[in-house]
């Protein structure tokens, strides 16, 4: 059964710091990986996928992730955080032989200062 | 283009009651599928169609059922609302393949009292 998670419920982070928020992943074959942030009060928006090819996915508004086939990783960076960067960040997974569902993960929250 | 939009924004229902909610897909995007977010929450898959058929199904009791229409357009359905049925519904529609990314709505926020 394939799954995702996303070990850290929140993570605080300062202006103009990096930003990492972990995803690791467990599907049988080759995944198509997302990532998704979610405002309040509002539905999921895409920011960036790995289907195959180079590790580094570049995304929307400055982010990106690194896909490790050999840690089952997809962590999501930003070199350098904004404020309105605070919301929710969801991971999801899709088998590649699936082409419906999406497997979520709890989701991180992320609380930028200023 | 419009994005994936779903009517209506919010529902306060009562336990027993029944809901429809209702979504239209990006223009272009034959598949559509239906997400249950608790709060706290990630997104739980319920239901997908294409083409009007069911193509997949969530862990969701008989209660929950969808269709959707030549229009692409699709509507959830919820029968015998319980209070654990207090969610965000969200609507995503995509093209029929494994590595295109799924587009959401706004979601409908149900609440059942």
């Known amino acids: 059964a394939q799954s995702v998670a996303q070990p850290e419920d929140q993570v605080n982070v300062a202006e103009g710091n990096p930003l990492t928020v972990k995803c690791t992943y467990s599907?049988?074959?080759?995944?198509?990986l997302f990532w998704y942030v979610q405002y309040p009060n509002r539905g999921l928006q895409f920011l960036l996928k790995?289907?195959?090819?180079?590790?580094l996915v570049k995304g929307s508004y400055g982010f990106e992730a690194e896909f490790n086939k050999s840690q089952t990783s997809f962590h999501l960076k930003k070199p350098s955080a904004l404020v309105s960067d605070s919301a929710l960040y969801f991971c999801?997974?899709?088998?590649?032989?699936?082409?419906?569902?999406?497997?979520f993960g709890a989701g991180t929250q992320v609380v930028v200062t200023p | 283009d419009a994005g994936v939009t779903q009517s209506p924004t919010h529902l306060i229902k009562t336990r027993g009651q029944h809901v429809t909610l209702r979504c239209s897909p990006i223009?272009?995007?034959?598949?559509v599928s239906w997400y249950q977010q608790v709060l706290g929450q990630g997104p739980q898959f319920i239901f997908q169609?294409?083409?009007?058929?069911?193509?997949g199904r969530g862990n969701f009791p008989d209660r929950f059922s969808a269709r959707q229409f030549p229009n692409y357009s699709s509507e959830l359905n919820v029968n015998a609302l319980l209070l654990g049925d207090s969610a965000l519904y969200l609507c995503?529609?995509?093209?029929?393949?494994?590595?295109?990314?799924?587009?959401f709505g706004q979601g409908t926020r149900l609440t059942v009292v």
């Open positions: 790995y289907i195959t090819g180079d590790n």
């Open positions: 999801a997974v899709r088998p590649n032989d699936s082409w419906g569902k999406l497997q």
């Open positions: 169609y294409y083409e009007k058929e069911e193509r």
């Open positions: 223009s272009g995007h034959k598949s």
């Open positions: 995503a529609s995509s093209l029929r393949s494994a590595n295109t990314e799924a587009f």
């Open positions: 599907v049988s074959g080759n995944p198509y």
